[in-house]
């Protein structure tokens, strides 16, 4: 993306910023922080060169930097900010995007956020399945590992393959425990088509799981779970494979806006970490 069109793109993202930091106490002026955290990852940027970049660029400018200041501010920001600031910011940008669409297919998965320090005492130890890239430099290898630090689960919108809905917590909780508060706020925000689709792996096989689904009209494409005398009983829907859009997504924050490259500590500052990069990759893909 040129300078000029994230010029264009970001007016957007400063005005709904401008009303929601509002609501927590803060100045109109506190807008421009969350901004640029978004640009930041966008850009791939570290705070020095956020820095550099604000100083130099007319869009530092337009939105209310000073010359004056350097990568201790971001620092001292990210001490005052309440993520929730970048949770509303990204839900206001999500619904704007998805209004008037009805779901068809929604795809639910979790990603591993790694912990910066061991000492950070708010991660935890989980297990993640690793990526198909990864899995093929392994020769194929698909067994779960241990790691430390935190999951992102989303649920996605497939055909936009945009998350609908998000929860950043430690990687020690059960992939199926989130379901409820992702599921609920999916229907309480966007609307539903009847008899639309939910896919996902056989880790969310849980009769709990299908029947909330099927009250509400929608149908449920899950394995149902081996063990040691059977197989895992793979889904004969033809929409099945299409629950790969949450893992682009996932690749695309990794690999695109820095979702990998974790450099903070506590659940705090990598909540505002991750929702920088789910809003960088709104920026880039439903502008």
């Known amino acids: 993306m040129e300078i000029y069109e994230l010029k264009t793109k970001i007016t957007e993202f400063l005005a709904a910023s401008r009303v929601i930091v509002q609501k927590f106490g ?3 002026k506190f ?4 901004v640029a955290f978004i640009i930041k990852q966008h850009e791939n940027f570290n705070d020095i060169k956020l820095v550099k970049f604000l100083r130099r660029d007319p869009i530092g400018k337009m939105l209310g930097y000073a010359r004056n200041f ?16 970048m949770e509303e910011l990204n839900n206001w940008i999500v619904e704007d995007r998805m209004k008037g669409r009805q779901l068809k297919l929604v795809s639910q998965d979790s990603t591993d956020v790694f912990a910066y320090s061991r000492k950070d005492d708010e ?61 609920n706020f999916v229907k309480e925000h966007f609307q539903i088509q009847f008899l ?30 081996g063990n040691k005398w059977q197989k895992t009983e793979h889904p004969t829907d033809p929409d099945y494979g ?24 506590g659940l705090k500052k ?18």
């Open 196 to 225: 639309a689709k939910f896919l996902a792996d056989a880790q969310y096989h849980s009769s709990k799981i299908r029947a909330a689904l099927r009250d509400d009209n929608l149908v449920p494409v899950i394995p149902f779970s």
């Open 31 to 34: 807008a421009k922080h969350p």
């Open 70 to 85: 350097d990568e201790t501010t971001f620092s001292k920001i990210r001490e005052r900010m309440e993520p929730e600031i």
């Open 123 to 183: 991660a935890k130890w989980g297990h993640r399945t690793p990526s198909r890239k990864e899995q093929l430099m392994q020769n194929g290898g698909t067994e779960k590992e241990l790691f430390f630090g935190y999951k992102l689960h989303a649920i996605v919108d497939v055909e936009t393959e945009t998350p609908i809905a998000v929860k950043i917590i430690p990687a020690n909780t059960n992939d199926k425990k989130p379901f409820p508060y992702l599921y």
């Open 242 to 265: 299409k629950r790969w859009a949450v893992e682009h997504v996932f690749s695309r924050l990794k690999e695109m806006f820095g979702l990998a490259k974790n450099r903070f500590v």
């Open 270 to 287: 990598v909540r505002i970490h991750v929702y920088s990069c789910l809003l960088a990759n709104l920026l880039e893909y439903t502008m």
């Open 26 to 28: 803060h100045t109109k």
